[in-house]
């Protein structure tokens, strides 16, 4: 009986220190929107992610969640997109400076390693930290807003 028992304490603190080795993907991961001229948040936006494994999922347009930034221009990143490689943000209103495919394509990796910040529209940068990636963004042009 006692083997028994001390086999299972032993399989328990095994499991333990496995699972306190898994990559942070597992923790709270967020997403920060940012004006990229005065560095404030951009609260209570829509902001649209697209996630996949490859750059044609994120093509595809396929997966994707609707977000809702909070007072701080913060949003969870949802569980659904926690198990993919590769992301892209959309924020409602606003522009990413980034005219090519592949400067708006995000390693979810990178991310969870030592954090991203995203800025193409001005020389300013943005803290991070790992778990939390950082968009900056402008606000549209009239053009622009006409376009939707």
């Given at each position: 009986?006692?083997?028994?028992?001390?086999?299972?304490?032993?399989?328990?603190?095994?499991?333990?220190?496995?699972?306190?080795?898994?990559?942070?993907?597992?923790?709270?991961?967020?997403?920060?929107?940012?004006?990229?001229?005065?560095?404030?948040?951009i609260a209570n936006n829509h902001v649209l992610l697209f996630f996949g494994t490859t750059t044609d999922d994120l093509r595809s347009l396929g997966q994707h969640a609707e977000l809702t930034t909070n007072k701080d221009g913060l949003a969870p990143l949802p569980e659904t997109a926690k198990t993919s490689t590769l992301l892209?943000?959309?924020?409602?209103?606003?522009?990413?400076?980034?005219?090519d495919f592949a400067s708006r394509t995000i390693e979810l990796e990178s991310i969870?390693?030592?954090?991203?910040?995203?800025?193409?529209?001005?020389?300013?940068?943005?803290?991070?930290?790992?778990?939390?990636?950082?968009?900056?963004?402008?606000?549209e042009t009239l053009m622009e807003k006409m376009r939707h």
């Amino acid at each position: 009986m006692t083997k028994k028992l001390a086999f299972k304490a032993f399989l328990l603190s095994f499991y333990l220190c496995i699972a306190s080795k898994l990559p942070a993907q597992s923790k709270n991961l967020s997403i920060q929107i940012l004006d990229a001229k005065t560095g404030k948040p951009i609260a209570n936006n829509h902001v649209l992610l697209f996630f996949g494994t490859t750059t044609d999922d994120l093509r595809s347009l396929g997966q994707h969640a609707e977000l809702t930034t909070n007072k701080d221009g913060l949003a969870p990143l949802p569980e659904t997109a926690k198990t993919s490689t590769l992301l892209q943000v959309s924020v409602d209103w606003h522009q990413l400076c980034g005219t090519d495919f592949a400067s708006r394509t995000i390693e979810l990796e990178s991310i969870v390693n030592q954090g991203v910040s995203v800025n193409h529209c001005t020389i300013r940068t943005f803290q991070t930290t790992p778990g939390r990636l950082v968009i900056a963004v402008r606000p549209e042009t009239l053009m622009e807003k006409m376009r939707h």
